[in-house]
Protein backbone atom coordinates (compact mmCIF):
# COMPACT_ATOMS: atom_id res chain seq x y z
CA UNK A 1 0.00 0.00 0.00
CA UNK A 2 2.72 2.16 0.34
CA UNK A 3 4.08 1.99 -3.10
CA UNK A 4 -0.08 2.61 -4.48
CA UNK A 5 -0.22 5.76 -2.15
CA UNK A 6 2.46 7.45 -4.34
CA UNK A 7 -0.08 7.51 -6.91
CA UNK A 8 -2.32 10.06 -5.14
CA UNK A 9 -0.75 14.01 -4.92
CA UNK A 10 -2.67 15.98 -2.83
CA UNK A 11 -2.42 19.59 -1.36
CA UNK A 12 -0.14 19.93 1.98
CA UNK A 13 -2.07 18.21 4.57
CA UNK A 14 -5.17 16.61 2.90
CA UNK A 15 -5.72 12.87 3.47
CA UNK A 16 -6.96 10.94 0.42
CA UNK A 17 -10.52 9.78 0.77
CA UNK A 18 -11.17 5.73 0.53
CA UNK A 19 -11.89 6.00 -2.86
CA UNK A 20 -8.77 7.67 -4.03
CA UNK A 21 -6.76 5.22 -2.31
CA UNK A 22 -8.82 2.36 -4.09
CA UNK A 23 -8.04 4.24 -7.67
CA UNK A 24 -4.29 4.96 -6.32
CA UNK A 25 -4.02 1.20 -5.78
CA UNK A 26 -5.97 0.11 -9.16
CA UNK A 27 -3.35 2.49 -11.13
CA UNK A 28 -0.42 1.09 -9.15
CA UNK A 29 -1.72 -2.55 -9.51
CA UNK A 30 -1.60 -1.80 -13.44
CA UNK A 31 1.98 -0.84 -13.36
CA UNK A 32 3.07 -3.72 -11.57
CA UNK A 33 1.27 -6.28 -13.85
CA UNK A 34 3.66 -7.94 -15.98
CA UNK A 35 0.70 -8.41 -18.89
CA UNK A 36 0.34 -4.37 -18.90
CA UNK A 37 0.76 -3.07 -22.15
CA UNK A 38 0.68 0.71 -20.62
CA UNK A 39 3.17 0.23 -17.77
CA UNK A 40 5.87 2.10 -19.01
CA UNK A 41 3.49 5.49 -19.56
CA UNK A 42 2.30 4.50 -16.73
CA UNK A 43 5.26 5.04 -14.35
CA UNK A 44 4.71 9.25 -14.83
CA UNK A 45 0.54 9.18 -13.94
CA UNK A 46 -0.70 10.00 -10.40
CA UNK A 47 -3.85 11.18 -9.78
CA UNK A 48 -5.17 14.65 -7.09
CA UNK A 49 -8.58 13.61 -6.64
CA UNK A 50 -11.51 11.25 -7.44
CA UNK A 51 -15.24 11.29 -6.72
CA UNK A 52 -17.93 9.27 -7.35
CA UNK A 53 -21.33 10.17 -9.55
CA UNK A 54 -24.47 8.65 -9.46
CA UNK A 55 -25.90 8.68 -12.92
CA UNK A 56 -29.51 7.70 -12.89
CA UNK A 57 -30.61 4.15 -13.37
CA UNK A 58 -27.16 2.70 -15.25
CA UNK A 59 -25.39 3.14 -11.88
CA UNK A 60 -22.24 5.07 -10.95
CA UNK A 61 -19.50 6.62 -12.91
CA UNK A 62 -15.94 7.57 -10.86
CA UNK A 63 -14.55 10.77 -11.93
CA UNK A 64 -10.68 10.54 -11.77
CA UNK A 65 -8.68 14.53 -11.56
CA UNK A 66 -5.32 13.92 -12.65
CA UNK A 67 -2.67 17.11 -12.74
CA UNK A 68 -2.42 19.19 -15.35
CA UNK A 69 1.06 18.61 -16.12
CA UNK A 70 1.12 14.62 -16.24
CA UNK A 71 -2.39 14.72 -18.52
CA UNK A 72 -0.09 14.68 -21.85
CA UNK A 73 1.10 11.53 -21.16
CA UNK A 74 -2.79 10.24 -19.41
CA UNK A 75 -4.33 11.12 -22.79
CA UNK A 76 -2.16 9.32 -24.99
CA UNK A 77 -3.20 5.81 -23.21
CA UNK A 78 -6.65 7.31 -22.08
CA UNK A 79 -8.42 4.67 -24.15
CA UNK A 80 -6.69 1.98 -22.64
CA UNK A 81 -5.99 2.99 -19.01
CA UNK A 82 -10.09 3.55 -19.26
CA UNK A 83 -11.16 0.19 -20.24
CA UNK A 84 -8.26 -1.56 -17.16
CA UNK A 85 -10.27 0.76 -14.70
CA UNK A 86 -13.45 -0.24 -15.82
CA UNK A 87 -12.19 -3.94 -15.37
CA UNK A 88 -10.92 -3.27 -11.84
CA UNK A 89 -13.81 -1.00 -10.88
CA UNK A 90 -16.90 -3.45 -12.07
CA UNK A 91 -20.52 -1.87 -13.40
CA UNK A 92 -18.56 1.83 -12.88
CA UNK A 93 -17.83 3.95 -15.64
CA UNK A 94 -14.40 5.87 -15.15
CA UNK A 95 -13.81 9.23 -16.52
CA UNK A 96 -10.63 10.81 -16.53
CA UNK A 97 -10.23 14.91 -16.66
CA UNK A 98 -7.44 17.17 -16.17
CA UNK A 99 -6.95 19.56 -13.37
CA UNK A 100 -7.33 22.76 -15.23
CA UNK A 101 -7.79 26.66 -13.31
CA UNK A 102 -9.76 29.75 -14.27
CA UNK A 103 -9.06 33.03 -13.70
CA UNK A 104 -11.75 35.27 -13.45
CA UNK A 105 -11.96 39.02 -14.33
CA UNK A 106 -9.63 40.46 -12.08
CA UNK A 107 -7.35 38.13 -12.33
CA UNK A 108 -4.76 41.36 -12.16
CA UNK A 109 -5.28 41.43 -8.38
CA UNK A 110 -3.25 37.86 -8.27
CA UNK A 111 -0.40 39.70 -9.87
CA UNK A 112 -1.06 38.94 -13.63
CA UNK A 113 -1.04 40.91 -16.46
CA UNK A 114 -2.44 39.43 -18.89
CA UNK A 115 -5.26 36.44 -18.70
CA UNK A 116 -4.04 33.28 -20.75
CA UNK A 117 -7.39 32.53 -22.93
CA UNK A 118 -6.86 28.12 -21.83
CA UNK A 119 -7.80 30.33 -18.12
CA UNK A 120 -10.84 31.44 -18.97
CA UNK A 121 -14.06 29.60 -18.12
CA UNK A 122 -15.18 29.04 -21.57
CA UNK A 123 -12.05 27.60 -22.64
CA UNK A 124 -12.37 25.44 -19.48
CA UNK A 125 -15.47 24.03 -19.71
CA UNK A 126 -14.71 23.52 -23.61
CA UNK A 127 -11.59 21.27 -22.39
CA UNK A 128 -13.57 19.72 -19.62
CA UNK A 129 -15.78 18.57 -22.24
CA UNK A 130 -13.00 17.38 -24.65
CA UNK A 131 -11.86 14.91 -21.10
CA UNK A 132 -14.96 13.92 -20.75
CA UNK A 133 -15.65 12.48 -23.82
CA UNK A 134 -12.30 11.10 -23.97
CA UNK A 135 -10.96 8.67 -26.21
CA UNK A 136 -14.00 9.53 -28.78
CA UNK A 137 -13.56 12.80 -30.57
CA UNK A 138 -16.02 15.56 -30.97
CA UNK A 139 -17.33 16.52 -34.54
CA UNK A 140 -19.98 19.01 -34.02
CA UNK A 141 -21.94 20.90 -31.21
CA UNK A 142 -24.80 22.69 -31.20
CA UNK A 143 -26.45 25.34 -28.32
CA UNK A 144 -30.04 24.97 -28.14
CA UNK A 145 -32.15 27.90 -26.57
CA UNK A 146 -35.58 26.46 -25.78
CA UNK A 147 -38.16 29.17 -25.22
CA UNK A 148 -38.31 29.63 -21.53
CA UNK A 149 -34.21 30.44 -22.02
CA UNK A 150 -32.37 27.62 -21.15
CA UNK A 151 -29.89 26.37 -22.88
CA UNK A 152 -28.98 22.47 -23.63
CA UNK A 153 -25.72 22.00 -25.60
CA UNK A 154 -26.05 19.30 -28.35
CA UNK A 155 -22.72 17.04 -28.80
CA UNK A 156 -22.34 15.13 -31.24
CA UNK A 157 -19.66 12.35 -31.35
CA UNK A 158 -17.34 10.70 -33.65
CA UNK A 159 -19.49 8.27 -35.66
CA UNK A 160 -16.58 5.64 -35.84
CA UNK A 161 -16.08 5.59 -32.03
CA UNK A 162 -20.10 4.10 -32.22
CA UNK A 163 -19.35 0.63 -31.88
CA UNK A 164 -15.99 0.79 -29.69
CA UNK A 165 -15.96 0.00 -26.02
CA UNK A 166 -19.22 0.30 -25.23
CA UNK A 167 -19.70 4.20 -25.69
CA UNK A 168 -23.51 4.33 -26.79
CA UNK A 169 -24.40 3.16 -22.77
CA UNK A 170 -21.56 5.76 -21.62
CA UNK A 171 -23.96 8.47 -23.19
CA UNK A 172 -25.62 9.21 -20.20
CA UNK A 173 -22.95 9.43 -17.95
CA UNK A 174 -21.15 11.84 -20.16
CA UNK A 175 -24.38 13.85 -19.27
CA UNK A 176 -24.44 13.88 -15.48
CA UNK A 177 -20.20 13.72 -15.61
CA UNK A 178 -20.72 17.20 -17.68
CA UNK A 179 -23.52 18.59 -15.56
CA UNK A 180 -22.03 18.16 -12.29
CA UNK A 181 -18.60 19.49 -12.87
CA UNK A 182 -19.95 22.57 -15.02
CA UNK A 183 -23.24 22.62 -14.24
CA UNK A 184 -24.32 23.06 -17.87
CA UNK A 185 -26.50 20.57 -19.57
CA UNK A 186 -25.30 18.77 -22.47
CA UNK A 187 -26.71 15.78 -24.38
CA UNK A 188 -23.90 13.45 -26.25
CA UNK A 189 -25.45 11.97 -29.63
CA UNK A 190 -23.71 10.65 -32.70
CA UNK A 191 -24.48 12.24 -35.89
CA UNK A 192 -27.59 10.32 -38.10
CA UNK A 193 -26.07 9.47 -41.09
Known amino acids: MLNARKKIVKEKGATPTALEEEVAKALFDIEVSPSSDIKADLRDVYISGAKEIEVGKSGSAVVIHVPFRVWKVVKK ?22 NRTILDLNFKRKGLKVRPRSRTLTAVHESILEDVVGPTEIVGKRTRISVDGTKILKVYLDPKDKDKENIENKLACFSAVYKKLTNKEAVFMFPEV
Open 77 to 98: IQGRLVRELEKKFNRRHIVLVA
